[in-house]
């Protein structure tokens, strides 16, 4: 008996949709970083990107267990000394709140080049709507 190890050339990809609404950030983003990495399928390869592609929507109205609303911060250095900025979550919700699910899901993935192109492959859209209803993309 061999071992199955899926190539990227035969690794078809399907679209899938969530809806963020009312759902815990880190519950969400650990379906979603399987579902991107391929973890829910039987020909799970961990060097091949098997994964499908994630739309979700809604994700301004995710939910936040704790007083993470209040205290939770967001980093960024510039590189020059002193560049360090901290942004609160509030802020962010209210500016960007698709930044806060993608480095949820970003941070639940591998530290590799395979991750960066598994994370080009969720769409976070903060409304109802998206573009990509030509996919046909399966509702979760």
Do not use: C
């Not at 690794?11 to 949709?17: A, D, E, H, S, T």
């Not at 979700?56 to 993470?68: D, F, Q, R």
Request: without cysteine; proline residues 5%.
């Amino acid at each position: 008996m061999k071992t199955y190890l899926a190539k990227k050339e035969t690794v078809q990809p399907k679209w899938y949709l969530i809806d963020a609404e009312g759902k815990v950030l880190g519950r969400l983003a650990v379906k979603i970083a399987n579902i991107l990495r391929g973890r829910n399928k039987a020909t799970y390869t961990p060097h091949v990107d098997t994964g499908d592609f994630v739309i979700v929507i809604n994700a301004s109205k995710i939910a936040l267990t704790g007083k993470k609303e209040e205290t939770r911060e967001y980093m960024s250095f510039s590189g020059y000394v002193g560049g360090e900025k901290y942004r609160k979550l509030t802020d962010v919700r209210r500016k960007k709140p698709e930044f806060i699910l993608m480095q949820a899901v970003k941070g639940m993935l591998p530290k590799n080049r395979i991750a960066r192109t598994m994370l080009t492959k969720l769409r976070v859209f903060p409304g109802a709507e998206h573009p990509h209803a030509a996919q046909n993309p399966t509702k979760l």
